[in-house]
């Protein structure tokens, strides 16, 4: 007879090979199809609301792994949050203004033969060209949105919600205009938000200059004397104004070589160490506050510089005496103000001299240094020269050093109304996580200056100002503000450049300076920071659907001085809060040895590759494997790592699949008392996996969700369970109570664990839900709540501290049958039996468990007997091998009918 027709072998179509990149596209389409994202909303609809604000990505180009981790982080939230039942909003949004875009289109155009509206209908198709092919590339990975109706910031109702933001921040006062020095590129021609400046290493020269004295009270140094100023841009030198002396610093007259320098007492040793002085003398002390309007002669152009004080002046590098130059430095300009000194820039749109440089003239200032250094020797005015590397600020586009340079710009201003101020405060009502995040936005908002937000580009919504004709004053007027948002909003912000500027006046409107009537438009545009941080106004403020302040801001690092700053400005100005009940960050991606991602390394891994190799949910496995809150690393291995993860969790489920192909949960399922005692073991290991799983879903630690599932499906379950559980799914009768009870309990694990995986492995999920699901089911797994702890199955004190124990001897069994098997002594552990001796609570717990010893260890006899010593015997089992179950006995053989299968077999095969 062919017992192997009588067994109850496993049976599903659920594939072992995932074939994702097949599958995921299909699963895709019938998420489309059912309107999924419509469905969560209608299904949660009433319940408590939960709003995820979406920072927007640039559309200029395809996604890259960055843009992966941070969608597919919101994702597994939004999912989540659903399944534990709130009403979750999340509209995905993108920016669509500013140089990225408008850098890449030039590219491709001639400036001067292009109109200004020619370039933003060029930059307008490009980005929405990109708006499109993210937006597949977002839903590929499986991201849950209201995709039909995202935010871009290039519509026209988003722009004009932009006007309307300028316009009521331009209302409570914080708007000005002036000359101020900002970052300025000079290859992108425009001014540079703090967040579009990276630092990076540059090589300087590093120089000592003589400024000698020229008016000073005689019982300070005697004359002739030079001041000695150390700076590291020659190039600001002819913007020179002054020198700032720290007021409760010493400062000396030191004799060098038979010439005079005043330096900081501190710096002595530093300054003779790297001019290799040898003979020194000082010839008087004082504080720097006696400086303080002392003149000084510029050492190459016919101009006095003044002597000023400052907190700032540093007594550990330099000389204690700083070149001032209010056109190229903030710290600068403000003492400028308080000493009235003018600001000078010498430099113009392309970071040339100009006239004010006199033989500089038309020199790009960073090749000027040497020649300005040349100047310097030749007039005796150089001390000293070496070179220095330090950090300094870089375009964040085009990657070039970038100039500090006075332009007349407008300004949002941080202390008027103590907007800083009172944004730092909310900052103490926000959760940051991790909860580091608060120090690094506090520190960079406190010591950030006024928010310049005019730029000098083409593509962006411009700020509707007006210039008088006759006098150059500029307007801020409330209603021309208005007339241009209600045009916006019907013809879109090109109306600003294609009109007249009678479109935009109110008759009665006069220059407040000189009473003129004739008036032209402001050609700058907003900054896009601007743009992005009004989107609590424009879309969180938005419709029916209002859900200002939102739950949860979620960006990469850098964002604690970009759209996080931002957006907490100007709420604090517009609504007088913040914008966001908490900010989670994540960190960036570095290849598999620690590196930056780049294209010139040769490094990159784009998402898409991967998808279409493993598929979008290896992506997303991949995810919640890193602790995204520090820089996360990918490689090839790595991804390897996570392939074969993600197989075993597939296997797992696919085994659990195949061992329920015949069971009916309305039909089949058991009594709790009918399940035996190792069942009712592994429902309390569910019940722990489901709250752990839950409670790091709620603090956003993903990491502890990929080891949890991993653990549950590879150790728990594969290697304990399952591997217990096979004898009596396979060989006992296919009614039984014991095989139902074990079904019972693995439809209990498979229904949980769909659940618990549905908002990270989103489209496994899926497909799983599909083989198990019966008629009347939810159509998708991701309308389904989670799972909640039964708290019936729950182990108490005891009975935990009973399974460690049975669990330890087990381990300490198949040690024993391992070095027996390892003889040759046996093969499979089915060929052993076992003769265990113990006492005490051993014995006792043991003896309670006597009848499931078998299938716990996995052999096919145990013999307990009562000890003062634990010990574990190894032998051959006695009797013969079932042909059927595989189990030795000394029954097989008994029957005459059926001589190759044990008693229990042959009772099955009988249908008793």
């Not at 060209?129 to 109706?149: A, C, M, S, T």
Request: aromatic residues 10%.
């Amino acid at each position: 007879m062919d017992y192997s027709k009588t067994l109850n072998l496993p049976k599903t179509s659920f594939s072992m090979k995932a074939n994702l990149t097949k599958l995921e596209p299909e699963m895709q389409r019938f998420w489309e199809e059912i309107d999924i994202y419509k469905l969560l909303r209608e299904t949660h609809k009433g319940q408590p609301r939960f709003v995820l604000h979406d920072g927007p990505p640039y559309a200029n180009g395809d996604i890259h792994m960055g843009h992966a981790l941070n969608k597919i982080l919101k994702d597994i939230i939004v999912k989540f949050k659903s399944m534990v039942g709130f009403d979750t909003q999340y509209v995905p949004g993108w920016d669509c203004h500013g140089l990225p875009i408008e850098y890449k289109v030039m590219s491709e155009l001639d400036e001067k033969d292009s109109t200004r509206v020619q370039i933003r209908k060029r930059c307008r198709e490009y980005a929405l060209h990109y708006v499109r092919v993210q937006k597949e590339q977002f839903k590929r990975l499986g991201i849950f949105g209201d995709w039909e109706n995202p935010y871009l910031t290039l519509s026209n109702h988003y722009s004009a919600a932009i006007v309307e933001a300028f316009r009521k921040i331009v209302k409570k006062g914080f708007v000005y205009r002036s000359l101020k020095p900002v970052h300025w590129c000079r290859f992108c021609k425009t001014a540079l938000a703090e967040a579009e400046v990276e630092y990076q290493e540059l090589t300087s020269p590093s120089i000592y200059v003589r400024f000698p004295v020229k008016t000073c009270p005689s019982s300070l140094v005697p004359y002739p004397s030079s001041i000695l100023v150390w700076t590291t841009t020659p190039w600001t030198l002819p913007a020179n104004v002054a020198i700032a002396f720290h007021p409760e610093y010493d400062y000396i007259a030191l004799e060098v070589n038979s010439e005079v320098l005043v330096l900081l007492e501190e710096l002595i040793d530093d300054i003779s160490k790297r001019a290799g002085l040898q003979k020194t003398e000082v010839l008087s002390r004082f504080k720097g506050r006696e400086f303080e309007g002392t003149v000084f002669s510029h050492p190459f152009l016919n101009r006095e510089s003044k002597g000023v004080l400052a907190h700032y002046v540093a007594k550990d590098i330099g000389t204690g005496c700083v070149h001032i130059a209010p056109g190229h430095g903030l710290e600068d300009y403000e003492t400028g103000l308080k000493y009235n000194l003018p600001v000078l820039t010498p430099v113009d749109d392309y970071g040339r001299f100009t006239e004010e440089a006199e033989e500089f003239k038309g020199q790009v200032v960073f090749e000027a240094d040497e020649k300005i250094i040349e100047l310097l020797k030749r007039k005796n005015a150089l001390f000293h020269q070496e070179e220095i590397i330090h950090t300094y600020p870089h375009c964040w586009r085009c990657k070039n050093p970038i100039v500090f340079r006075a332009t007349e710009q407008w300004f949002i201003s941080l202390g008027i109304n103590d907007l800083a101020k009172r944004s730092l405060e909310a900052t103490e009502k926000v959760e940051w996580i991790p909860a580091q995040g608060k120090e690094r936005f506090y520190n960079t908002l406190s010591s950030r200056s006024d928010w310049c937000i005019s730029r000098q580009r083409a593509w962006g919504v411009p700020i509707p100002a007006l210039v008088c004709t006759e006098c150059g004053e500029y307007l801020l007027d409330l209603k021309v503000i208005e007339r241009t948002r209600d045009l916006v909003e019907h013809r879109g912000t090109d109306v600003w450049f294609e009109e007249g500027v009678e479109m935009f006046l109110s008759p009665e409107l006069r220059c407040k300076r000189c009473g003129g009537q004739s008036f032209r438009k402001e050609e700058n545009i907003l900054d896009v920071w601007f743009d992005s941080g009004i989107s609590h106004q424009a879309v969180l403020r938005e419709g029916e659907e209002e859900g200002f302040p939102a739950d949860l801001y979620l960006e990469g690092s850098d964002q604690h001085r970009g759209w996080f700053q931002s957006s907490m400005l100007t709420s604090i100005a517009i609504e007088e809060q913040s914008p966001y009940r908490a900010v989670l960050t994540h960190g960036f991606i570095l290849d598999a040895e620690g590196r930056a991602m780049s294209k010139s390394m040769g490094n990159v891994i784009s998402p898409m590759e991967i998808i279409s190799g493993y598929g979008a949910d290896i992506v997303r496995l991949w995810v919640v494997s890193t602790d995204y809150r520090s820089d996360v690393r990918l490689g090839p291995q790595i991804l390897e790592q996570i392939a074969e993860a993600y197989r075993k969790i597939r296997n797992t489920c696919r085994y659990l699949l195949a061992n329920l192909y015949d069971f009916d949960p309305l039909i089949d399922r058991v009594e709790d008392k009918d399940l035996l005692e190792i069942d009712k073991f592994i429902l309390n290991e569910l019940q722990l996996f489901i709250q752990a799983s839950l409670i790091a879903y709620e603090r956003f630690e993903f990491h502890r969700i990929y080891y949890l599932l991993v653990n549950f499906t590879s150790n728990t379950l594969s290697s304990l369970y399952l591997d217990i559980l096979k004898d009596r799914l396979y060989t006992w009768g296919q009614d039984s109570k014991g095989r139902r009870a074990a079904q019972t309990v693995l439809y209990e694990i498979v229904a949980s664990l769909v659940r618990i995986m549905a908002p990270v492995l989103s489209f496994t999920a899926e497909e799983i839900w599909k083989y198990l699901k019966k008629e009347g089911d939810s159509q998708s797994v991701h309308l389904l709540t989670y799972p909640e702890v039964k708290s019936q199955y729950l182990f108490g004190d005891e009975e935990i501290k009973r399974w460690n124990l049975i669990l330890e001897i087990r381990q300490r069994v198949l040690s024993r049958i391992e070095e027996i098997r390892a003889r040759g002594v046996i093969g499979s552990s089915l060929e052993a039996s076992l003769s265990i001796k113990a006492a005490g609570e051993e014995w006792r717990i043991l003896k309670a468990t006597e009848e499931e010893l078998t299938a716990i260890f996995i052999v096919s006899e145990v013999r307990l007997s009562e000890n003062s010593k634990f010990e574990i015997e190894v032998s051959p089992a006695k009797g013969r091998k079932c042909l059927r179950c595989w189990n030795y006995s000394e029954m097989v053989g008994k029957d005459e009918l059926h001589p190759e299968i044990c008693p229990r077999c042959l009772r099955v095969t009988a249908g008793e």
